[in-house]
């Protein structure tokens, strides 16, 4: 599985950004999720969804305010960011599991075996 991920960029708090991670290649992952990493600290889960069913789980500190969706005809996994703010700073990184992933660990980084570029996302006060 090759991951792209793309849509970061520089937004002030309080505004929005949308996060893109188009898969190609083998596309049987059980799970795809965000997790993000800021300078000096552990990459950190953010949200995640299964492909197949459509649900979805997310990290206390962005439920509310950031949606995971996916988009089977594309093989696209999306991540919408509102009310952004600077402690949302950090690389965003898309990952996808292998299809055999058990729920449990679709919310630790050692979940997934195929991860994007990153994608930076600097939020100003």
């Known amino acids: 599985v090759q991951l792209q991920a793309f849509g970061g960029g520089l937004v002030q708090a309080g505004g929005c950004l949308r996060l893109?991670?188009?898969?190609?290649?083998?596309?049987?992952?059980?799970?795809m999720a965000w997790f993000r990493q800021a300078p000096g600290m552990d990459r950190d889960f953010v949200a995640r969804?299964?492909?197949?069913?459509?649900?979805?789980a997310y990290a206390d500190s962005v439920r509310g305010r950031f949606t995971i969706s996916r988009d089977k005809t594309k093989n696209t996994v999306y991540l919408q960011m509102n009310s952004l703010e600077p402690e949302d700073m950090a690389v965003y990184y898309c990952a996808a599991s292998r299809p055999g992933t058990i729920y449990s660990a679709s919310y630790d980084a050692r979940g997934y075996h195929y991860w994007g570029q990153g994608t930076l996302v600097t939020v100003s006060s």
């Open positions: 893109s991670c188009a898969a190609s290649g083998r596309t049987d992952s059980r799970f």
């Open positions: 969804i299964e492909w197949s069913s459509g649900y979805t």
